[in-house]
Nanobody, 124 residues
Framework: QVQLVESGGGLVQTGGSLRLSCAASGRTFSSYTMGWFRQAPGKEREFVSSISPSAITTYYLDSVKGRFTISRDNAKKTVYLQMNSLKPEDTAVYYC?????????????????WGQGTQVTVSS
C-alpha cells in the first residue's frame, strides 16, 4: 500500500503563489499517474491536475490552466503543484492521489490512494 503526505499549503493573498508537495512511499511511484484534487466547503471534490508516470502527459482543470503547473521527481517519489496568480476561488483542501485504475483522467474514482489533504486559503 502507498502512503501519500502533502505539504506546502497555507494562507496567501490574491495573486500570490504556493507550491504543494506530495511525498509517496511504499510503492513503485514512477509507474503511476499522480493527481491533485481539491474540495471547497460545501462543494464536491474537484479534479485539478494530473501527470503521467514519465511526466509526458499532463491535464489541468480549465480554470487553473496557465496558473498551475504539475511536476514530479520520480527519484524523490514526489509530485508538486506550483500555484501562481492565486484567486479566492482556489481556496480549498488540496489532495494528492495515486491513480490505480484506467478511466477518465479526471475521475476521482480511478484514484485509489489519497493523502490527508493540505489547506490552501487565498484571501481577497
Amino acid at each position: 500500500q502507498v502512503q501519500l503526505v502533502e505539504s506546502g499549503g497555507g494562507l496567501v493573498q490574491t495573486g500570490g503563489s504556493l507550491r504543494l508537495s506530495c511525498a509517496a512511499s511504499g510503492r513503485t511511484f514512477s509507474s503511476y499517474t499522480m493527481g491533485w484534487f481539491r474540495q471547497a466547503p460545501g462543494k464536491e471534490r474537484e479534479f485539478v491536475s494530473s501527470i503521467s508516470p514519465s511526466a509526458i502527459t499532463t491535464y489541468y482543470l480549465d480554470s487553473v490552466k496557465g496558473r498551475f503547473t504539475i511536476s514530479r521527481d520520480n527519484a524523490k517519489k514526489t509530485v508538486y503543484l506550483q500555484m501562481n496568480s492565486l484567486k479566492p476561488e482556489d481556496t480549498a483542501v488540496y489532495y494528492c492521489a495515486l491513480r490505480s485504475q484506467l478511466g477518465s483522467y479526471n475521475d476521482y474514482k480511478t484514484f485509489g490512494s489519497w493523502g490527508q489533504g493540505t489547506q490552501v486559503t487565498v484571501s481577497s
